[in-house]
């Protein structure tokens, strides 16, 4: 079932174009990697898919009605984060979840509701991180952090889980384990995972969208692309496979 | 010691210190985990302007310096807005030009006022009742901002490129904290002066940051703190006669130095 849909996509910034006809798309039960080099567009077409970001030209058709995010779950770069910020587990993950129960508990807006605290723990047991729930978030690692992010994104059970590479600050065997949890995840939620690792293109997604920064864009969705397990690759051979796919 | 509390101008002092030290504590960690401490050093200095200006035309100097700190916060949000990567630059300006203003307009009242003096360096002594009311009603205002929003806030502080995706106004409240950031700044002038202020609105908030694992907790501790350390100058500065801004942010600086020490030798200890 066909979930998102870019036709003819282009965006500008200032004068120039950051994104130039890009095409995709995007079915149920896909792990949709989205790859290229620095500068690419990678992440305005991830904000132009969460509408963060409005297409210059061309579209982005959803099958699905989205309100204030609450069908996308999104799990940014956090590049802006501060990271010694006195906060509890507990209050990021209702983060995700305070739209939905907006009108609870607004008199008191401090305290959560039994329900809203039982929702986010249902969320943090999903990535394994449901005892940390009172602890302060500058105490757990980036790997345990970011565990935390994609339960503030799953809490709204969201169809859709985006993630802006959830990697880039993680040790070695954090990051095999963040992919694990989102193949795990997967098996309910569709994902799309901002990515310039390669291997985990090859191990995780079953799609891949390669976009650089003057607009080359290979969309592989209907070209029964998919990378074997273990297969480590480069970008120069995962270039001519992509050439070698449409040509 | 006790007899001094029979004074009016004692009490209105401690009254102000009170109200004064729970604005800060609330708008001073708003302003460090937003890390916003240059820009709130930008609004106060800018505001000497609205003081010169409020002299020369001999208006209420709390409604010259709130209009002008108000002004240069507006200010400030429009061009982070548009120009985030530089808005350092436009902060100096600002800091700048209202001090530049606020020394000009100074210059063109006749005579000296002594006044300003105390402008500069806090004047907790000689706060009046008008001065409490508005201290009393900015502090109503900011509890009930923090009651009502306070999910929001937390959400566009911690994380405001998440919080807008949810559906709430990041840049609104944004603004919302820089003006109130704005007014926090004016009363703490009237305590510690325009050159302490921002002493007295990061000190008790970095010691609640390390020291909590929440914003409300920060809030709190740093409300507590700041009045801790307000009173305690303030007493000193009494006994011996000297000038209470300088006094209540040395009783601060020493406070978190040696808290400092204390949490480097529990480090060091826990390792044994």
């Known amino acids: ?247 | 010691m006790a007899d001094i509390l029979q004074y009016t101008f004692i009490q209105n002092a401690l009254l102000a210190a009170l109200l004064v030290s729970i604005i800060t504590g609330i708008i001073g960690s708003l302003i460090s985990v937003n890390k916003m401490t240059f820009l709130a050093g930008g609004i106060a200095h800018s505001s000497y302007g609205g003081i010169g200006l409020a002299i020369y035309l001999g208006l209420p100097i709390f409604l010259g310096a709130s209009i002008f700190a108000i002004f240069s916060a507006v200010l400030i949000a429009l061009i982070s807005f548009k120009q985030r990567e530089r808005v350092d630059i436009f902060i100096g300006l600002i800091w700048a030009v209202g001090m530049a203003i606020g020394i000009i307009f100074v210059d063109l009242t006749s005579g000296y006022n002594v006044d300003l003096m105390s402008y500069l360096f806090g004047s907790i002594l000689a706060v009046n009742r008008d001065d409490l009311i508005f201290m009393f009603t900015l502090m109503v205002i900011v509890l009930l901002f923090i009651h009502l929003f306070y999910r929001e806030i937390l959400a566009v502080s911690y994380d405001s490129e998440y919080a807008n995706l949810r559906g709430v106004k990041a840049k609104g409240f944004f603004v919302a904290i820089l003006v109130l950031s704005a007014l926090a700044v004016v009363v703490a002038i009237k305590v510690v002066g325009l050159i302490l202020v921002i002493a007295l609105m990061t000190i008790p908030t970095y010691i609640a940051e390390l020291s909590s694992n929440s914003l409300y907790g920060m809030m709190i501790k740093a409300s507590v703190l700041s009045t801790i350390f307000t009173i305690s100058g303030l007493a000193i500065s009494y006994e011996f006669d000297i000038t209470s801004g300088a006094s209540i942010i040395l009783v601060s600086a020493t406070f978190l130095i040696l808290f400092l020490l204390f949490k480097k030798i529990s480090t060091i200890t826990s390792r044994f």
């Open chain 1, 1 to 247: 079932m066909k979930l998102l849909e870019g036709k003819e996509l282009y965006y500008k910034y200032r004068k120039d174009y950051v994104l130039e006809d890009v095409n995709f798309k995007l079915n149920s039960g896909d792990f949709f990697a989205i790859t290229g080099p620095n500068g690419g567009g990678k992440s305005t077409l991830v904000k132009n898919i969460l509408g963060i970001l409005s297409p210059t030209k061309g579209s982005i058709d959803i099958s699905f009605e989205v309100k204030n995010g609450i069908d996308i779950g999104y799990v940014p770069q956090n590049t802006n984060i501060n990271l010694e910020f006195p906060i509890t587990v507990l209050d990021v993950v209702m983060m995700g979840n305070g739209a939905k129960h907006k009108s609870i508990n607004r008199v008191f807006s401090f305290k959560y509701s039994s329900l809203e605290i039982e929702c986010a723990k249902h969320s943090l047991q999903k990535v394994g991180m449901d005892c940390f729930l009172n602890s302060k978030i500058s105490n757990l690692s980036g790997g345990q952090r970011q565990r935390v992010m994609i339960a503030r994104a799953i809490c709204s059970h969201p169809k859709l889980l985006i993630l802006d590479e959830p990697t880039s600050s993680i040790d070695v065997q954090g990051q095999k384990e963040i992919y694990s949890l989102l193949k795990k995840l997967n098996e309910t939620i569709t994902i799309v995972v901002v990515t310039h690792d390669l291997t985990v293109i090859s191990k995780y997604a079953n799609r891949v969208l390669y976009i650089n920064r003057s607009g080359y864009m290979h969309d592989l969705s209907n070209k029964n692309f998919a990378l074997k397990d273990n297969e480590h690759i480069c970008e120069v051979e995962l270039m001519q496979m992509l050439g070698a796919n449409n040509g």
